[in-house]
T-cell receptor
């Protein structure tokens, strides 16, 4: 069974700090998606990475797909309170069609 | 462009009862997936429907069933509710059933089973 493990599980930082969230698996994924979810809402798609080694930028967010397509990272530069939320990686699973990571709950303090 | 909508927003049911949750897809999307999200966890895939047929299923028992209609809206039915079924149920639509799975989620239905 494919699993996506995220680290850290919780992160509380001050506004202006940088942070990196990791998404790791022992399995290869053809693509990975990153989502952000706020309380009481559904996840919102941030980005899709497809090619090994691919780097995508979305304003202050940088997403990277590992060369072997087994892992991914999300780096946020100069975090702001509006970045607060649950960050989820997800990808097409083997046995089950689609799996989500365990999630990283980020809180950015003003 | 209308996003994914779900109804109802909240629901309280008693153990043993049955429940139906509804989802309207984003315009132009022919694929719908349903997820269960327990408190503090990531969503768990229940199943996907593509052109009115089930197109993949997660590790959920048969008492979880679904339907997709010609207009691509969808229902999730859960029979014989158990306390552990209490969760946020999310519907997501996609323009196609294949990889990459770029899904657009609705706000969810919060189900409480007492």
């Amino acid at each position: 069974t494919q699993l996506l493990e995220q680290s850290p599980q919780f992160l509380s930082i001050q506004e202006g700090e940088n942070l990196t969230v990791y998404c790791n698996s022992s399995s290869v994924f053809s693509s990975l998606q990153w989502y952000r979810q706020e309380p009481g809402e559904g996840p919102v798609l941030l980005v899709t990475v497809v090619t090994g080694g691919e780097v995508k930028k979305l304003k202050r967010l940088t997403f990277q797909f590992g060369d072997a397509r087994k892992d991914s990272s999300l780096h946020i530069t100069a975090a702001q309170p509006g970045d607060t939320g649950l960050y989820l990686c997800a990808g097409a699973g083997g046995t089950y069609k689609y799996i989500f990571g365990t999630g990283t709950r980020l809180k950015v303090l003003a | 462009e209308t996003g994914v909508t779900q109804s109802p927003t909240h629901l309280i049911k008693t153990r043993g009862q049955q429940v139906t949750l509804r989802c309207s897809s984003q315009s132009g999307h022919n694929t719908v997936s349903w997820y269960q999200q327990a408190l503090g966890q990531g969503p768990q895939f229940i199943f996907q429907y593509y052109r009115e047929e089930e197109n993949g299923r997660g590790n959920f028992p048969p008492r979880f069933s679904g339907l997709q209609f010609p207009n691509y809206s969808s229902e999730l039915n859960v029979n014989a509710l158990e306390l552990d079924d209490s969760a946020l149920y999310l519907c997501a639509s996609s323009p196609n059933p294949g990889d990459p799975y770029e899904q657009y989620f609705g706000p969810g239905t919060r189900l409480t089973v007492t």
